[in-house]
C-alpha cells in the first residue's frame, strides 16, 4: 500500500493518523504539487493505491483503513456531520491560503474570496457551539477537526482566543501519540 501526501497537509494529517492507529503498513511517499497534477486526477493529496484500489480522497481513504481494520467508520449521524462541515470550512480555509500564498490575491480583492474568508469565520463559530465531547480516543469527526485546527493555528489563519471548545479540543488532541507522531515539519 501506498499514500502520496505533503507532511503538512490536514487531509493528509487524518489518513496517517489512521494508518498509525490501525497498525497498517503504507509506504508514504512525499508529494508536491507539481508531482500530485501528475498523479491525481483531482490534483490533490492525499491519493492512495493499494494493488488495484486508488482513492483519490481522504474521505474514502479513512472508510477504507476503518474498514480493514474492523473499525466503524463513523456511524453517528452528528459526528459526520462534525467531519463534513470541517471539511467544508477546512477547504475555503485552504484555497484563501493558497490563493494568498500563490498567486498573492488577498481577500479584499476578491468578492468570492470574502465570501469563503466569511464561510471560515461563521463555520469556526459554529463548529464552536456544536456539541463536542473531547476525549481520547477521539472520534473521526474530531480527529478531523483537531487536524483541521493545529494547521490553522500554525498558519496564522485562524484564531481561536474566543473559541474556548475549539481551544480545549486542540489541548486534548495534542496529548494523543498518533496526533503528536503526525506533527507536521511546518517549515514552508
Ligand atoms: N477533498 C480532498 C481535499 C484534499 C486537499 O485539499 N488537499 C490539498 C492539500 S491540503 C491539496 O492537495 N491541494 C492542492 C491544490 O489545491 O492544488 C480530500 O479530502 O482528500
Not at 37 to 53: C, F, H, M, Q, Y
Not at 97 to 107: P, R, V
Request: proline share 4%.
Amino acid at each position: 500500500m501506498k499514500i502520496y501526501g505533503s507532511y503538512t497537509s490536514p487531509f493528509v494529517r487524518h489518513c496517517r493518523i489512521a494508518l498509525l492507529q490501525a497498525d497498517i503498513e503504507c509506504e508514504f511517499i512525499e508529494t508536491d504539487a507539481t508531482q500530485s497534477a501528475e498523479i491525481s486526477p483531482t490534483k490533490k493529496v492525499p491519493l492512495l493505491v493499494d494493488g488495484d484500489i486508488t482513492l483519490t480522497d481522504s474521505s474514502s481513504i479513512l472508510r477504507y483503513l476503518r474498514e480493514k481494520s474492523g473499525v466503524a467508520y463513523m456511524d453517528d449521524i452528528v459526528d459526520f456531520d462534525l467531519f463534513n462541515m470541517t471539511n467544508t470550512v477546512m477547504d475555503a480555509c485552504v484555497n484563501v491560503f493558497f490563493l494568498e500564498k500563490m498567486d498573492e490575491i488577498t481577500i479584499e480583492q476578491s468578492s468570492y474570496l470574502t465570501r469563503q474568508n466569511e464561510r471560515v469565520l461563521s463555520g469556526l463559530i459554529a463548529l464552536n457551539e456544536s456539541p463536542i465531547e473531547a476525549q481520547l480516543p477521539l472520534s473521526d469527526g474530531l480527529i478531523r477537526l483537531a487536524c483541521f485546527l493545529d494547521w490553522g493555528v500554525y498558519r496564522d489563519r485562524i484564531d481561536l482566543k474566543k473559541l474556548t471548545t475549539l481551544t480545549r479540543l486542540l489541548d486534548i488532541a495534542r496529548t494523543d501519540k498518533h496526533f503528536i507522531k503526525t506533527v507536521p515539519p511546518f517549515n514552508g
